[in-house]
Nanobody
Framework: QVQLVESGGGLVQLGGSLRLSCAVSGSIFSTYNMGWYRQAPGKQRELVATISSSGSTNYADSVKGRFTISRDNAKRTVYLQMNSLKPEDTAVYYC????????????WGQGTQVTVSS
């Protein structure tokens, strides 16, 4: 089975940095897109950043200039470097992987907590 294992979450002060990692194991698509989503208490899950199989990236407006998504295909790992963290970044962050074709499924990580104190 496909599994996504996340790490790197924790508690940081305002203005601090964290680096999230998500490693994919098991049988996966030959080409795939990856991304990070987050969900704060009482709010819907929202897209944070994505990176395509070709390396194209996009970010939510709220994190542009502060977060950077990257991938290491050899390690089958996606990263999210988070700088200049704000309290509003506090949420559970979820890793996502999906194939490039519309009929292919999505896979989700278990989530990792990020808490930013003021």
């Amino acid at each position: 089975q496909v599994q996504l294992v996340e790490s790197g979450g924790g508690l940081v002060q305002l203005g601090g940095s964290l680096r999230l990692s998500c490693a994919v194991s098991g049988s996966i698509f030959s080409t795939y897109n990856m991304g990070w989503y987050r969900q704060a208490p009482g709010k819907q899950r929202e897209l944070v950043a994505t990176i395509s199989s070709s390396g194209s990236t996009n970010y939510a407006d709220s994190v542009k200039g502060r977060f950077t998504i990257s991938r290491d295909n050899a390690k089958r790992t996606v990263y999210l470097q988070m700088n200049s963290l704000k309290p509003e970044d506090t949420a559970v962050y979820y890793c996502n992987v999906r194939g490039v074709w519309s009929w292919e499924p999505q896979y989700w990580g278990q989530g990792t907590q990020v808490t930013v104190s003021s």
